[in-house]
């Protein structure tokens, strides 16, 4: 099963997304913060960081970028409705997804199989 690991730190953005990712199969652990979420890094496997790029304590460029150096073969998706701003800001950060706020749910799901599913049902491309 694919492990997720969610940083957001609006409390009911994170559960409703949580809750529908859990609901079409993936394993997701959720955190409000980069902080919380460094040590389950750290501590664990996940396949996808899913982290929102504005949030206090480290941001989810900071965050993305500490995560590869622990596990360079983690793959990142920020969810933002700040990306230009956050991006413009000349910090470098992994090869990433990027969904801009406001999205629906199903153009999340769908970005999040495509990242997987589409080396895994096509003869591992």
């Known amino acids: 099963m694919i492990r997720i690991l969610l940083a957001e730190d609006d409390t009911s953005m994170r559960e409703y997304l949580q809750r529908s990712l859990v609901r079409v199969g993936y394993d997701v652990e959720a955190v409000g913060c980069g902080t919380e979420a460094l040590p389950l890094i750290e501590a664990g496997r996940y396949d996808l960081l899913l982290t929102d790029i504005v949030m206090p304590e480290m941001d989810g460029i900071e965050l993305a970028q500490k995560a590869s150096a622990i596990d360079p073969a983690i793959k990142v998706m920020f969810i933002t409705g700040f990306a230009a701003v ?38 591992r491309l």
């Open 86 to 123: 956050a991006l413009q800001s000349g910090r470098t950060t992994p090869e990433a997804k990027l969904l801009s706020k406001p999205f629906h749910l199903k153009d999340l799901v769908a970005e999040v199989d495509r990242m997987f599913h589409s080396e895994d049902q096509h003869g």
